[in-house]
């Protein structure tokens, strides 16, 4: 069973920038897409961005230019950079991976 695990989040003003990771158990991470969705309170879960196995991103349009996704394959693990965070960022963030969520960390943008 694949264990996920985000961290990171926190309270950070307009402007700010913050980096989440996110740690995967599952022993061929190296070999698969991983995926970063966000959850506002009353919302749907939205796609953030993705990473495929050889580095190549992709990521929403409300994010691009802002948001910048890293992977390392040797600590398993998919970074989230954040930078110009707006308060319409405020959400849950969780990694999506082979199917599996992880518990989330909150965001919360507000001065």
């Known amino acids: 069973q694949v264990e996920i695990v985000e961290s990171g989040g926190g309270l950070v003003q307009p402007g700010g920038s913050l980096r989440i990771s996110c740690v995967v158990s599952?022993?061929?991470?190296?070999?698969?897409?991983i995926h970063w969705y966000r959850q506002a309170p009353g919302k749907s879960r939205d796609l953030v961005g993705g990473i495929t196995s050889d580095g190549s991103v992709n990521y929403g349009d409300s994010v691009k230019g802002r948001f910048t996704l890293s992977r390392d394959n040797a600590k398993r693990t998919v970074y989230l950079q954040m930078n110009n965070l707006k308060p319409e960022d405020t959400a849950v963030y969780y990694c999506h991976y082979l199917g599996a969520w992880g518990q989330g960390t909150q965001v919360t943008v507000s001065s």
């Open positions: 599952e022993s061929s991470f190296s070999r698969y897409a």
